[in-house]
């Protein structure tokens, strides 16, 4: 009961410290160059920002995402199998090895994506280039 209030305290005690930052500020966060934004002019440079995101970069940050995921159901099964409890569950286990099986065939294929979109993109800089010359 005491950690459910104390899991309350902490997100009501975060959106206080948002609220008040944004009205003693009169802004909530400051951009590269030093302009101070509010929330919603910070989102919508982000939403500018998100929408010229290319396809490789899309493709290289999946892969980074999936590394992560892959890390943590592999040190999953690790604390799974290293703790020797006495009602142990292996269900546990099995189901972050499928997680793991299914996680790295994905990282398979955002790799051949990745490598694909990396060609294409060298070769379409070397067609830019010899149209310029």
């Known amino acids: ?16 410290i948002v609220i008040i930052r944004i ?15 509010t929330l ?3 989102f919508k440079s982000w939403g500018k920002g998100i929408e010229g995101i290319t396809p490789l970069q899309q493709s290289k940050s999946q892969m980074v995402g ?3 995921v892959i890390t943590g159901i592999i040190a999953g099964i690790m604390i799974n199998i290293l703790t020797r409890i006495e009602n142990q569950w292996y269900w546990i286990t099995i189901v972050l090895l499928g997680s ?6 994905s990282m398979i294929g955002l790799y051949q994506k990745y490598k694909i979109q990396k060609r294409v993109e060298q070769t379409m800089k ?4 010899k149209e310029n010359e």
């Open 23 to 37: 009205k003693v500020r009169g802004f909530f966060w400051k951009a590269r160059n030093g302009a101070e934004l």
């Open 100 to 105: 793991l099986i299914i996680s790295s065939i």
């Open 126 to 129: 070397e067609l830019d280039g």
């Open 66 to 68: 999936t590394w992560i």
């Open 1 to 16: 009961m005491i950690k459910e209030y104390w899991e309350w305290f902490v997100i009501v005690l975060f959106f206080l």
């Open 40 to 42: 919603r002019q910070f």
